[in-house]
């Protein structure tokens, strides 16, 4: 019985050094997405700026190509928001009760 009950806690131990892995692992990649996504919004900005200084020179062309820029710029940052959503669905709720024994 006590070799069984030290199964148990190997066991234990094991599965909260894989889990503990696991959630490094997400945090990490929660992390970079979160500075990737950082870097979409700085450009989709710059290309507003962009956009703002052609609309007050009264320049046409300049507004169009900034439009379609920021069109590019948006639909890229779209995309790195949805897969971040998509790993923190992965990831689950975060606070949920961990033994700490």
């Known amino acids: ?52 200084t052609f609309l007050q020179a009264g320049n046409i062309e300049g507004i169009k190509a900034a439009l379609r820029d920021i069109k590019k710029e948006h639909s890229e940052l779209r995309a790195k928001f949805e897969t971040y959503f998509q790993l923190m669905r992965q990831a689950g709720p975060t606070d949920v009760a961990v033994n700490s024994s």
Do not use: C, P, W
Not at 1 to 10: F, I, L, T
Not at 12 to 24: A, C, W
Not at 31 to 49: H, M, P, Q, R, S
């Open 1 to 52: 019985m006590v070799g069984m009950n030290g199964a148990r806690a190997d066991r234990g131990t094991h599965d909260y050094q894989m889990h503990s892995s696991v959630t490094k692992q997400q945090r990490q990649a929660s992390d970079n997405n979160i500075f990737v996504i950082y870097i979409g919004a700085i450009k989709v900005f710059e290309e507003l700026k962009k956009a703002n």
